[in-house]
T-cell receptor
Framework: DAGVIQSPRHEVTEMGQEVTLRCKPISGHDYLFWYRQTMMRGLELLIY????????DSGMPEDRFSAKMPNASFSTLKIQPSEPRDSAVYFCASSRYPGTGDYEQYFGPGTRLTVT | AQSVTQLDSQVPVFEEAPVELRCNYSSSVSVYLFWYVQYPNQGLQLLLK??????LVKGINGFEAEFNKSQTSFHLRKPSVHISDTAEYFC????????????FGKGTRLSVIA
């Protein structure tokens, strides 16, 4: 399997622009997580899905952030409008039901977002 | 609520020397503990995990960790480090492995010096 795929790997945009980050989880995985990594706050959860349904979005910073999972093989994280404080590395991770015996969350390579 | 404390933000060590990266956790429920490694400009890779059973857990690349419930610790060790071990190491906790979010520590940057 190709692993978790994220695109783009790097994104530079100007303040006020809309940004869309994309994630393709590992085929057959049931859970999808979006994390954000910053120097100040470290790695923190933004939102996660189970079978395409959002379970917990309490980590989403504000209404400017939205996430969708229209099907089992694709998810997006959108920021509109973007602000310089959104600059961070955004990771997507996926996992299977624990009953399978696989307890690992598999991480994608991340998208480095810079908002100027 | 769960939390993880990694006591050292940076650890420099000479090549072939032993290293210990410290991790303490706080949780009111059963805990499942993980160590991940992040190489520059890459995603996170699982080193090892503790779910139950033996408190000494062996992982990839020669790393091991010991779960100590009384001290609420899960320190990572390697008897002899290599230059290639230079990376950021994250300790994480979950109350249900696999299907709930991980709570991460702030990370420890291990720098191996030749």
């Amino acid at each position: 399997d190709a692993g978790v795929i994220q695109s783009p790997r790097h994104e530079v945009t100007e303040m006020g622009q809309e940004v869309t980050l994309r994630c393709k989880p590992i085929s057959g995985h049931d859970y999808l997580f979006w994390y954000r990594q910053t120097m100040m706050r470290g790695l923190e959860l933004l939102i996660y899905f189970n079978n395409n349904v959002p379970i917990d979005d309490s980590g989403m910073p504000e209404d400017r952030f939205s996430a969708k999972m229209p099907n089992a093989s694709f998810s997006t994280l959108k920021i509109q409008p973007s602000e310089p404080r959104d600059s961070a590395v955004y990771f997507c991770a996926s996992s299977r039901y624990p009953g399978t015996g696989d307890y690992e969350q598999y991480f994608g390579p991340g998208t480095r977002l810079t908002v100027t | 609520a769960q939390s993880v404390t990694q006591l050292d933000s940076q650890v420099p060590v000479f090549e072939e020397a032993p290293v210990e990266l410290r991790c303490n956790y706080s949780s009111s429920v059963s805990v499942y503990l993980f160590w991940y490694v992040q190489y520059p400009n890459q995603g996170l890779q699982l080193l090892l995990k503790y779910l139950s059973g033996s408190t000494l857990v062996k992982g990839i690349n020669g790393f091991e960790a010991e779960f100590n419930k009384s001290q609420t610790s899960f320190h990572l060790r390697k008897p002899s480090v290599h230059i290639s071990d230079t990376a950021e190491y994250f300790c994480a906790v979950s109350d249900q492995p696999g299907n709930t979010p991980l709570v991460f520590g702030k990370g420890t940057r291990l720098s191996v010096i030749a």
